[in-house]
């Protein structure tokens, strides 16, 4: 017979961590799933529940954890967006630290080994371009996003702390910008803002004139460069940056929504959020050399294959809005 293997995903209710857990449960996972529902949603994870192997733990992650031995633990319980992130940065904050704590505690106990999602605001707004993983950063540490970027930092560090200290075996990858099928339509990051925007009939808002960059990986993409991180070698820990070095401005994003979805939306203007990065785009020597990962769908593909998907989120039907030009 062969082993039961039991994985705990913290965020498992959000958009990566829902394709974590399935992914997880195709490999034949036990998958404990434990959220707070904060950017969560159910309707995620409903049509796992008739999957024996799965349950879902509805916890807060710096609380008590789910009791028995895991073999895996994904840390995704974070919000991610920043209007999501903001609206409690002293939580945001805690989240990141304690929940990390908690959850490195139980890898100790168990013997688990460990993913935290970290992240390209790690960089702030970077004066290395592209962004290498021994680049240090240019965080802010007393504005708007630091309760985000600074938590994550902490996190990071917790993770080396418990690596040296306690031996636990740690995989930290650095995520960029990630879109794909199952993000709340109301996530209120660009691609499902301009998305919806587009399909609903309503104005994209460019925000600071558009001209920033940043680089988008599509969703299969991404959880392919966490298994592959996941399950390498225990002397591999990271962090390795994980994301499509495909470079775009968020005007040329716009531009690229507007053509797709046959949408006659108007883009308006407004204001730059404070400490919003000027530049983002992942530099992926070290993923590709460890792992031999790169990402294989480019923007115009990712952004056709979630385009129906949002439609649907948002009671559109994509097919016969392209065919009246609505
Ligand atoms: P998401 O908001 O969809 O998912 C986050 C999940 O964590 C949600 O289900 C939320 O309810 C849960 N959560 C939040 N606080 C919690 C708490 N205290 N206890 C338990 N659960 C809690 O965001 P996402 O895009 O799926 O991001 C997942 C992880 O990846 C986050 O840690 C995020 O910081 C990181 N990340 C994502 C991106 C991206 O582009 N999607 C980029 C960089 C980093
Ligand atoms: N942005 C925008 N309009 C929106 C949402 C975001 O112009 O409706 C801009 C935002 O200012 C940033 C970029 O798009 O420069 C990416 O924002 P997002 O929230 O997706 O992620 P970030 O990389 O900033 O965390």
Redesign the pocket.
Known sequence: MTEKRRALV????????LHVCRRLLAEGFQVVC????????MTNIVPLITDLKFSFVH????GDLPDGDFDEIW???????PP?YQIDPVDTLL?NVL?MKNLLDLAVRTGARIFQ?????IYGDPEVHPQTESYRGAVNTIGPRAC?DEG?RAAETLCFDYHRRHGVEIKVAR?????GPH??PR?G?VVSNFIVSALKGEPLELYGGGTQTRSFCYVDDLIDGFFRLMRSDASITGPVNIGNPGEFTVRELADIVLEMTGSRSDIIDKPLPKDDPLQRKPDITLAGRLLGWSPKISLREGLSRCIPYFAGEVGIAFEDMRATGT
């Open positions: 913290a965020g498992g209710a959000g958009f990566l961590g434990l959220d707070n529902l904060q950017t969560g949603r916890a807060d992650v710096r840390n995704l319980a974070c919000p991610a967006s999501h989240i929940g999602a970290s992240t390209s605001e985000y994550k995520i960029f910008n990630t879109y993000m709340d996530d990051r």
